[in-house]
């Protein structure tokens, strides 16, 4: 949004805020988990990347110059904070033959564009060039009157939608966890977008989806069940990514300006043909993770829960599932049966002794009723707490710091996938430091010529700073999503997250429509290879892979040389890296050594090299593979 600059009492000019670039995305480093090669657009020589900026767009559409201008200004703070060289290009220079000397040509708000320029662009790309563009892409001619989106369609692989309800206050663009441009990016994670005026939309038809939208209004959501406002598409020899919003348009939120600059990176990775190594997101390379979180409901009935649990857990002894069970403690205190049984069947998490929300209350409050539901369990240790109802505040993240506690489940987060409760957000754990006290005349030391003059002060040693707490990992409760257990799982299959399956008990009888949707949802797991686990397995693993990080030593001819730093406290089993290399063909690629085994993926194109243990420290590995 803009600001305005105020210099000696006087408002000038407008000016746009600054976007800052997240310190800890680079082209070699988008994520801890995620090592590229993006040296072909960082040569010396000219630019490899051009800026566009749409005059014509600009004058002639939209009524709001402003809008080329920030969104030109915003790219050019990401370029720069990445350290990509580029130059900024005009109208005419669309117009001419693009010079493939441009790897990638950026265009933000290239709205209206004249038939001879769209033409240029459809054979810069059929000859491999690659655009980034925002916006309505090429809906106007350059005079500003409107074409449709034939071209759009072209270019894109997807219908261009205007039909659709407007969004006042923004919406959530949802990140899939697969294909080209998923590395490092959280599964599911959803980007905060600003209001679009107007807002349009894609449907996919041979293009990738980069996932979907949500909206903030419930009942507009149907209207968006098959579109998105994220596309990536592969055309001839070139690919365009293509965003309705524009760069400066995404929540100032550091995660959220994270995952934005993650997406930007790996697209132009794979644009240039780059080489990516990432961690895959779970086990053995897993499609999914799948945990089933038993929950409970508020004003439950005593006979119906313990007919319902005791029907999930004949289910899950049936399927072989283990499950977390989050049950108060007011519940299963009198079952000493039903709960020695469940805790057979997977773990035991806790809620607190009865439904009643935790939020509002004192932390000794909120901490007595924890324990208390901790004893009248009779377990020894636990890892994470669901608050009932999911409300939680300040107060719990205390008690959960002060007890150690691993997670908080969720429901309603930005990520189909494990991420973190920011303490900012709740709780001021800052402490008043004290003034140090000053002594009323300081006592200057003996003057010795060639020295400097000291000052001795009396002031005590000022006290350390706090060291802030571990934050919380917070687990997604998937609620909602979708009318059935099956298609909820489909939606969270196809961005590569975990899908934390909430079961009550008490709702579901032994015949009921839930129940049935329930072992069809397990099986169809069981057959597509998901990894099925507890809730704390899913955080320990996420926790695990975000210590993995792989580094690219060197690449020569047919050898790639990484190494994989494993900094966590523990050895780790299960872990993938999945390389890809552009069109490179690398399908016969093997591990030197025979330290891992590397298998190609055909649905994904991409490699999966199985690791064996990674023990703490770093380790070589050496792939290699024939000349076409």
Do not use: C
Not at 116 to 122: D, G, M
């Amino acid at each position: 949004m803009p600001v305005a600059l105020l210099v000696a009492g006087l408002f000038l000019v407008p000016v746009a805020a600054a976007q800052p670039v997240h310190k800890f995305v680079s082209v070699q480093a988008p994520a801890r988990t995620v090592a590229t090669d993006l040296s072909q657009l960082l040569t010396d020589k000219r630019p490899r990347l051009a800026l566009y900026r749409s005059e014509q767009t600009a004058t002639y559409v939209g009524g709001n110059p402003r809008l080329v201008e920030d969104a030109v200004y915003f790219w050019e703070l990401l370029l720069l904070g990445l350290r990509i060289p580029y130059e900024i290009v005009d109208d005419r220079a669309i117009s001419g033959r693009l010079d493939r000397d441009w790897d990638i040509v950026v265009m933000p708000v290239a709205e209206a564009l004249s038939d001879r320029q769209k033409r240029r662009l459809r054979e810069y790309v059929e000859d491999g060039g690659n655009l980034i563009v925002s916006g309505r892409f090429g809906v106007f001619d350059e005079e500003g009157n409107r074409k449709g989106g034939d071209f759009f369609r072209s270019m894109l692989g997807s219908e261009y939608v205007e039909n659709v309800p407007s969004q006042p206050f923004g919406y959530l663009q949802s990140l899939t966890g697969r294909g080209p441009v998923s590395a490092g990016v959280d599964p599911g994670f959803q980007l905060n977008v600003a209001a679009q005026q107007p807002l349009v939309a894609a449907r996919p038809v041979e293009a990738l989806g980069l996932g979907r939208v949500v909206t903030y209004q419930p009942a507009d959501q149907a209207a968006f069940d098959s579109l998105t406002t994220a596309v990536y598409n592969h055309k001839e020899d070139g690919r365009v990514l293509w965003t309705r919003f524009h760069a400066h348009e995404i929540s100032r939120e550091d995660i959220q300006q994270y995952m934005w600059q993650r997406l930007v990176v790996n697209a132009m990775v794979d644009m240039v043909g780059g080489l990516s190594v990432s961690v895959a997101p779970w086990p053995n390379a897993a499609p999914m993770a799948l945990s089933v979180a038993a929950l409970p409901t508020v004003g439950f009935d005593p006979l119906s829960f313990m007919n319902g649990t005791e029907q999930l857990l004949d289910l899950l002894e049936t399927a072989r599932v283990p499950a977390s069970f989050y049950l108060t403690s007011s519940e299963l205190s009198a079952l000493n049966d039903l709960r020695n049984r469940l805790i057979g069947m997977g773990e035991v998490g806790l809620t607190a002794e009865s439904d009643r929300v935790l939020k509002g209350q004192p932390m000794e409050i909120q901490r007595e009723r924890i324990l208390r539901a901790k004893r009248d369990m009779g377990i020894e240790t636990f890892h994470g707490i669901y608050p009932p109802g999911g409300f939680f505040d300040g107060n719990t993240l205390r008690v959960l710091d002060d007890l150690s506690v691993d997670y908080l489940i969720l429901p309603g987060l930005t990520s189909w996938s494990p991420g973190e409760v920011d303490w900012w957000e709740y709780v001021d754990y800052r402490e008043t430091i004290e003034e140090a006290e000053v002594p009323e005349e300081p006592q200057l030391a003996l003057f010795v010529p060639g020295q400097e003059t000291a000052a001795r002060s009396n002031a005590p040693e000022p006290p350390a700073p706090r060291v802030e707490p571990d934050r919380v990992i917070s687990v997604s409760i998937i609620d909602g999503v979708a009318p059935s257990f099956e298609e909820t799982y489909r939606f969270v299959r196809d961005v590569n997250g975990h899908y934390v399956l909430p079961y009550y008990p008490e709702t579901y009888s032994a015949r009921s429509t839930s129940a049935a949707d329930f072992e069809r949802t397990i099986a169809r797991a069981r057959k597509e290879r998901a990894w099925i686990a507890t809730v704390s397995d899913a955080v320990i693993w996420w926790r695990q892979r975000q210590s993995i990080r792989p580094l690219v030593v060197s690449r020569s001819g047919q050898e790639l040389h990484i190494d994989v730093h494993n900094d966590s406290e523990s050895v780790v089993d299960g872990a993938v890296l999945e390389i890809k290399m552009g069109g490179e063909s690398f399908r016969n690629m093997r591990v030197a050594g025979g330290d891992g085994v590397a298998r190609f993926n055909e649905d994904t194109g991409v490699m999966n090299v199985h690791l064996p243990t990674l023990d703490i420290g770093v380790r070589r590995v050496v792939l290699t593979w024939d000349r076409r």
